[in-house]
């Protein structure tokens, strides 16, 4: 079984940048379909981006679309986002996931992932 911790969160001005990362241990990243997602306080979790086992298809909600890239290392095994052109929108929790179940593209719900990392907090101001 997969464990992601993610790292990187913090306090940005509107326009700046962030790179969050999602370490995973237990289990090869190349073997599972990963995604992030954010959840604002009161919201719902949402979706942000999402990569392929392959690593050859990524995925990214219209808000983030051309802002936010997502990629990740096999070597360190370890997911990345990084979050240029942040606005106060952007601001929520944001976490990790993984699923090795299915094949489904694009992986864009919560329930097509079975493990999840705790969060890493990213506020914006404005």
């Known amino acids: 079984q997969v464990q992601l911790v993610e790292s990187g969160g913090g306090l940005v001005q509107a326009g700046g940048s962030l790179r969050l990362s999602c370490s995973a241990s237990?289990?090869?990243?190349?073997?599972?379909?990963m995604g992030w997602f954010r959840q604002a306080p009161g919201k719902e979790r949402e979706f942000v981006a999402a990569?392929?086992?392959?690593?050859?298809?990524?995925y990214y909600a219209d808000s983030v679309k051309g802002r936010f890239v997502i990629s990740r290392d096999n070597f360190k095994n370890a997911l990345y986002l990084q979050m240029d052109s942040l606005k106060p929108e952007d601001a929520a929790a944001y976490y990790c996931?993984?699923?090795?179940?299915?094949?489904?593209?694009?992986?864009?719900?919560?329930?097509?992932?079975?493990?999840w990392g705790q969060g890493t907090q990213v506020t914006v101001s404005s």
């Open positions: 237990g289990r090869t990243l190349s073997n599972y379909r």
């Open positions: 990569m392929a086992r392959s690593g050859l298809m990524t």
């Open positions: 996931a993984a699923d090795q179940r299915g094949s489904a593209w694009p992986p864009q719900n919560r329930d097509m992932y079975n493990h």
